[in-house]
């Protein structure tokens, strides 16, 4: 309309930013958003909208620079207004610094004193939950998911674990707080209706045992009794953080297939998963691996006095996001059930940093500032609290826009050419074949936590940007899986091997024994035994050590090559020569998406 284009161009004369231009019009910052985006991808249909876009752009550029010279005549005498006003519009690369500080992420890490990606992982997983089934990304045509994710973190004992789940799902748990009032009294509700229904049907069944009854009419009755027998409510709660298999699948029932498993203490989820608890060698991924696929579950059962179990969930979606140690995930990788069931393969793994020695706490050290947890708090509550359309058939559904799609068949078709017989992911082919349908479901968590309201609307488009972000994601979480499952392949022996590398270099010993690895290598330390054996690795299939002469074959002393103190020396030892010349393919992939989701490039430019 006439009155909202001069609104919009007087304001951005005047030297307003293009968020205050369009609110000052009465227009949605997303609305105007995805208007900007339509035009430059040249699939607006609105002549009017895409007029006042482009008329925007030219009063915006034009208002820039009549700035830009007020600075320059003004500098001699006092600039200083001006250039604030120009920093203002442009963005000042310290206010944007602080803004990223400001994040909730940087927020927890702060306050708990944990890496960022360690709240940032967790807050992915909150709100892929609190999307649930409402939303689907459609990777192609006919093939579509729902944004079930599975991360796992992974950091040493000594690390602080909780803080990031407990802040990090607090929006959930405020949600949940608010609604089990009536959770309470519509379950006592359906108990005292269920309870009246099953006196009334107990006296129609007395009365069908008299000689004469009209036992067609009492069936009838009792028929009428059970249509109106009350559902049982299902609990708010949508998560767990500790549950075994058959009571994942009732959770995963009562909320129509949508669920969450988190914890920051996941030890007993992976061995749940590794089948500790199940039996006779069965593993109990079963249900996580068709709650993150979105694959049909049916429940089958003899049952009990009210007949036999028969459970169905359609497009399951459930999120797993747990913390555990090194060693029980690097048991887990090496379980070759879990890796041949593709339970491994679906998993995004997080190793983190650690942080212990440094978490020194200051005398006026500031508390948590939940102001700066709002942001992310009101979104995760806007998406919990979205009801699709009245008449909508389906969930959202959003898809990648041409350019997004593009990025995303180069990004398939780079992995795809790795898996090959010769190709540098041929050995974890079944782990990268899963990588970029979970990039797509990232996608679309990033697309709609950037504009909660577009959950409101039938479908939407995943623009370029979001998705070199989730690319970027993406990528890493694949290296990490590559990296850890190969190491889990290698055996413990050569992980060890590398270890007493890495400290033969850094303490300069030219000798060495088991007994002193035994004693002295920086822990965790192995037993002499398995010093030894590590050490005979290292000189028989390696050469990186020689047994020194005349000494005793019980117990050997080996001299160190001197290439391992070189510098152009490593210490790899696992890999074949000309696997070592294939890894740099994926690493260049990972930093090319790093380029593009820092820089906003398109994936040509990059």
């Known amino acids: ?145 729902h944004p079930a994710l599975f991360f796992v973190e992974v950091a040493a004992s000594g690390e602080r674990k909780s803080p990031s789940f407990r802040l990090m799902s607090w929006p959930l748990d405020a949600w949940i707080d608010e609604r089990t009032a009536d959770y309470e009294r519509d379950r006592a509700l359906a108990i005292g209706n269920h309870a009246v229904i099953d006196a009334a049907v107990a006296g129609k069944k007395q009365a069908a045992k008299r000689d004469g009854a009209d036992l067609q009419t009492l069936q009838d009755e009792i028929a009428e009794l059970e249509r109106k027998r009350l559902p049982m409510p299902a609990h708010p709660r949508m998560f767990t953080s500790d549950v075994t298999e058959e009571r994942l699948f009732q959770r995963m029932h009562e909320h129509a297939g949508a669920y969450a498993v988190m914890s920051g203490e996941g030890r007993q989820i992976i061995d749940a998963i590794a089948g500790k608890y199940s039996g006779e060698g069965r593993t109990g991924d079963g249900i996580y691996l068709a709650g993150t696929s979105g694959d049909t579950i049916t429940r089958d059962r003899v049952g009990g006095p009210n007949g036999p179990e028969d459970r169905i969930i359609v497009r399951p979606c459930l999120n797993v996001c747990i913390m555990v140690q090194p060693d029980k995930y690097h048991e887990a990788a090496a379980h070759p059930a879990l890796r041949a069931s593709g339970a491994l393969a679906r998993i995004w793994p997080v190793f983190l940093p650690s942080l212990v020695g440094s978490r020194i706490e200051h005398e006026h050290e500031a508390g948590l500032d939940r102001a700066r947890l709002e942001g992310y708090a009101a979104k995760v509550r806007t998406l919990l609290d979205a009801e699709l359309p009245a008449g909508q058939d389906g969930p959202h559904r959003a898809s990648l826009s041409p350019e997004a799609a593009a990025a995303r068949r180069t990004l398939h078709n780079d992995i795809e050419r790795l898996m090959g017989r010769e190709g540098e992911l041929a050995d974890v082919r079944d782990i990268a074949a899963k990588a970029v349908s979970a990039t797509c479901k990232l996608a679309l968590v990033l ?63 030219r000798e060495v024994t088991a007994t002193a690895v035994a004693q002295f290598l920086p822990r965790p330390r192995p037993k002499a035994r398995e010093a030894g054996e590590a050490l005979e690795l290292l000189a028989d299939a390696y050469g990186w050590l020689r047994v020194k002469a005349g000494t005793v074959a019980r117990k050997p002393v080996y001299e160190v090559n001197p290439a391992l103190f070189r510098a152009e020396a490593t210490t790899t030892t696992g890999h074949a020569p000309e696997r070592e010349s294939r890894i740099q393919t994926l690493a260049i992939l990972a930093t090319a998406a790093r380029e593009r989701a820092a820089g906003g490039q398109t994936a040509g430019e990059a």
């Open 1 to 145: 309309r006439p009155p909202m284009r001069d609104a919009v161009l007087q304001a951005l004369a005047a030297g307003s930013t293009y968020r205050d231009a369009v609110g000052s019009a009465g227009i949605p910052w997303s609305t105007w958003r995805d208007w900007c985006r339509y035009v430059r991808e040249d699939r607006c249909t609105d002549p009017d909208v895409e007029a006042l876009v482009r008329a925007a752009r030219e009063t915006y550029a034009k208002a820039t620079n009549a700035i830009t010279a007020q600075v320059r005549l003004a500098a001699p005498k006092d600039w200083r207004a001006a250039a604030f006003l120009l920093e203002h519009r442009r963005g000042n690369p310290k206010a944007l610094h602080d803004a990223r500080k400001a994040r909730w992420e940087a927020e927890v890490a702060r306050f708990a004193k944990v890496p960022a990606a360690s709240p940032a992982v967790v807050g992915l997983s909150v709100i892929a939950t609190a999307i649930g089934k409402r939303a689907v990304i459609e990777e192609r045509v006919g093939l579509e998911h």
């Open 447 to 509: 697309h709609l936590f950037d504009s909660p309201e577009r959950l409101l609307d039938a479908d939407s488009l995943i623009g370029i940007t979001t998705w070199n972000a989730a690319a970027c994601i993406g990528l890493y979480h694949l290296s990490e899986a590559v990296r850890v499952q190969r190491r889990a392949d290698d055996g413990g022996a050569l992980e060890l091997a590398r270890r007493i590398l890495a400290w033969l270099r850094t303490a300069e010993r």
